[in-house]
């Protein structure tokens, strides 16, 4: 049994940036943060080798260490608030803009670079609005400062040492089973070794964090219901990654990098868009814990494909008496799994408007080839709702009024590309639950869904918390 003044749960922006934060306001608390993975320098998908995902057990190397999801992610930072979740509306859109400025800030003094994609070219994305907006889409603007996959790993390494070097304890390859909440109060955490689930040990303290991410969503809703943790059902995002040729989407690429889209098809009306645009980039597989196996995408600095992938996402949100969207969309994930044997499913456009499945000789015929090689040919119609579905060839085909060739026959489809952003904790705009003592922030909390945002809500905390040392 042990005590520290604030104990983090994940060292994923979220959870990272509450302590950098702390220390640059200079606070003397004592910092632990506890993480499930290993440390930034530590973490490798041995996919670079074997060429497929190997499903790691006890935990994916891709999402899971300092760092979090985001060290092997794209690291594209959106420096608008209008990407990357739900924080604006609950601390303010100007602040929230402000915020992001601040934070990008510390990025860049750990490394980032200098360069902001999607700026500069008014007349040409002029043209490209005119175009959205023919085709009932809303473009968001957002410049992005873009990390690259090899370059963020090395810029939290910096962030990593200098926590280290601060005093901050970060307990590796250790996992937080329970929160110990009494009368509404968090008084710490019960914690065990991640990979042989023994080594029980309790730390006590006045802060906790929970800043466990998406892969941490279904952990924390069964916490959210043991401890009384108000929350309310959250969106789930259920969609398929697309792939076309660079060719294609070049205009949108070199002018925007990332093109932000939103619909609202006919004739459901629900909000479809296009997320985590990767010009040049690859698609990849994620696995969760549970085996559920989701599509994903990346690019590097350097190294380039010929395709550009791209998600295209509907949000569900369920009313009474339904309130498991995660079980939802996981059943969704299962399904699809099971038809591509575990693996993940790419399915040809105009195969899908034909009402037939692809095979994989079909996949050599067209320009565009898979850049995830092992995905499996097959009918992602089997396991996709027909609501979802719907939506996704409407949107496909409205996206082709601004990236004329994106509906073409050969434009691939990857499923299941799943966003769980379930239980979003109910808070006030100073990030106070209704457990004293305990914080939830980033994807984990539903208030965020990026690097940027989650590191955002990071600072804020820290803030929070140093404000209650000096009052
Ligand atoms: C492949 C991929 C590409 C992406 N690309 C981008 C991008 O380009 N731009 C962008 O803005 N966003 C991107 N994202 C999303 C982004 O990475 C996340 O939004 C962001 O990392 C969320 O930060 P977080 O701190 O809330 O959670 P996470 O980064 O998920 O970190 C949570 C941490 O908590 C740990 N943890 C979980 N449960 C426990 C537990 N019980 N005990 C101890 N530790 C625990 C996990 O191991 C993890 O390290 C991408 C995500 C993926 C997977």
Same mark, same amino acid.
């Given at each position: 049994m042990s005590k520290t003044d604030v104990l983090i749960i994940g060292a994923g922006p979220a959870g990272i940036f509450t302590a950098l934060e702390l220390l640059r306001r200079g606070s003397r608390k004592s910092i632990t943060i506890v993480e499930k993975g290993r440390p930034v320098e530590k973490r490798s998908c041995p996919k670079a080798k074997?060429?497929?995902?190997?499903?790691c057990k006890p935990y994916c190397n891709i999402t899971t260490g300092?760092? =979090?999801?985001?060290?092997? %992610?794209? =690291?594209?930072?959106?420096? %608008?608030?209008?990407?990357?979740?739900?924080l604006p509306s609950l601390i303010g859109e100007d602040f929230a803009q402000e915020m992001i400025q601040y934070t990008d800030q510390i990025y860049l003094e750990f490394g980032a670079d200098t360069k902001v994609e999607g700026v500069g070219k008014e007349k040409e994305v002029k043209d490209i609005r005119k175009r959205a907006i023919q085709a009932g889409l809303k473009l968001v603007d957002c410049p992005i400062r873009h990390l690259g996959t090899e370059k963020a790993q090395e810029i939290y390494y910096r962030i990593e040492q200098y926590l280290l070097e601060k005093g901050v304890e970060i307990l590796f390859?250790?996992?937080?089973?329970?929160l110990i909440v009494e009368n509404d109060v968090c008084k710490g955490a019960v914690l065990e070794d991640s990979a042989k689930h023994t080594n029980e040990q309790v730390i006590y303290a006045d802060h906790v964090i929970v800043a466990t991410g998406r892969k941490g969503a279904d952990w924390l809703e069964k916490l959210c219901e043991q401890h009384d943790i108000a929350h309310v059902p959250g969106t789930v995002d259920i969609g398929v990654r697309v792939e076309v040729r660079n060719e294609i989407m070049e205009d949108v690429n070199n002018i925007l990098y990332e093109s932000k889209l939103i619909g609202y098809p006919l004739p459901f009306k629900n909000k479809v868009r296009t997320f985590c645009q990767n010009p040049g980039g690859f698609v990849s597989q994620e696995n969760y814990d549970n085996d559920l196996a989701v599509v994903n995408g990346h690019s590097y600095k350097d190294l380039k494909s010929q395709n550009t992938n791209l998600a295209i996402l509907c949000s569900h949100n369920f009313t009474y008496p339904f309130n498991q969207p995660i079980a939802y969309a996981q059943k969704v994930g299962e399904l699809t799994n099971m038809l591509g044997d575990g693996k993940i499913l790419v399915q040809r456009y105009g195969d899908i408007l034909g009402g037939k499945r692809t095979w994989q000789k079909e996949l050599?015929?067209?320009?565009v080839r898979p850049s995830l090689p092992d995905a499996v040919a097959g009918d992602i119609t089997a396991a996709m709702p027909y609501r979802a579905m719907t939506n996704i060839i409407n949107f496909i085909q409205a996206v082709d009024h601004v990236v004329?060739?994106?509906?073409?026959?050969?434009t691939l489809l990857y499923s299941p590309e799943l966003k769980f952003y379930s239980n979003r904790i109910k808070m006030t705009p100073?990030?106070?639950?209704?457990?004293?003592?305990l914080y939830c922030l980033g994807d984990s909390s539903g208030w965020t869904r990026g690097l940027m945002m989650a590191s955002v809500m990071g600072v804020l905390m820290g803030r929070k918390l140093s404000e209650n040392e000096k009052a």
């Open positions: 074997t060429k497929k995902c190997m499903n300092f760092s =979090g999801a985001g060290a092997f %992610s794209d =690291g594209k930072l959106s420096l %608008s608030y209008e990407v990357g979740g739900d390859g250790c996992h937080c089973r329970d050599s015929q067209s320009n004329p060739g994106f509906a073409a026959n050969e100073d990030l106070v639950t209704n457990i004293r003592g």
